[in-house]
């Protein structure tokens, strides 16, 4: 994300609520353990929320927190064909309910295979608990009964993530100004270069069009653990794709 369009007039009226998210690593103190190692120690880079995703896949994987290959896990890139899409509880607004307006924003979704336990995001930008459930996620963060214009409908790419490491790759291009400058420093660690050879496709991750909205479920679950760009949802498609198709 290159950072929150704070002058973009949203135009809706409306007011959040508080809720309590449901608290499932609580279940199992090894793992309660293990997540509060993993957010303490993890190398965030504020401003590169698709690396911090890729990054984040890799270490809930190797560390026991989901499947050894990732296949529990997706990366779900949240823009519009407008690119300014509203989140709230987002922890760099100055906003008092968090709202920032991105150009893209990108969180992981991680589903139990077994299907016992919810469905759970983790966005290393909230100020909710992270992880949370997606019901939870989805009340704070987009807080649906807010009426929205229809150019800031919010489509959702949904990648899973052993695609999303094979395949994405990104030079930071997108965060270099005119002289060549950093609009927000990059990470510390190499860029991310894809398994077939790409240096930069960002931008096929993050460009939407209401044409490519999937709306058969039986073609979203086909379709998502083999296509290099997942599938592409629409405002309503979040929810209903993993708590009815790959959820509980």
């Keep these: 994300m290159d950072g929150p369009n704070s002058s973009t007039n949203l135009e809706f009226s409306g007011g959040g609520s508080e809720y309590a998210a449901d608290e499932e690593f609580g279940k199992d103190s090894g793992a309660s353990e293990k997540v509060e190692d993993v957010l303490s120690s993890f190398d965030y880079t504020s401003c590169y929320c698709e690396e911090n995703v890729y990054m984040l896949c ?22 519009n064909p407008k690119r300014q899409v509203p989140i ?52 704070g963060a987009f807080q649906p009964w ?19 490491l094979r395949f994405f790759a990104s030079d930071r291009r997108h965060m270099k100004k005119k002289d ?43 379709s998502v653990m083999h296509q290099k760009l997942g599938i592409l949802l629409g405002e ?5 794709f993993f708590n009815q ?3 509980r």
């Design 180 to 222: 060549g400058s950093w609009m927000a420093l990059p990470p510390l660690y190499d860029c991310l270069v894809a398994e077939d050879g790409a240096v930069h496709n960002l931008e096929e991750f993050i460009t939407m069009s209401v044409d490519h909205v999937i709306t058969s479920p039986e073609e979203a679950i086909s």
């Design 236 to 240: 309503k498609g979040l929810l209903q």
């Design 245 to 247: 198709n790959l959820g």
């Design 88 to 139: 709230w509880r987002q922890r760099s607004s100055k906003d008092a309910a968090g709202l920032c307006v991105w150009d893209y924003h990108v969180i992981c979704i991680q589903r139990d295979l077994k299907r016992e336990t919810a469905v759970l995001v983790w966005d290393l930008d909230t100020s909710l608990p992270c992880p949370t459930t997606l019901d939870d996620y989805v009340a």
């Design 58 to 79: 890799k270490k809930l994987s190797k560390v026991g927190l989901a499947a050894p290959d990732a296949s529990d896990l997706f990366a779900v890139f949240i823009s």
């Design 146 to 164: 807010i009426p929205l214009n229809p150019e800031f409908s919010r489509f959702y790419r949904v990648i899973a993530a052993p695609m999303y």
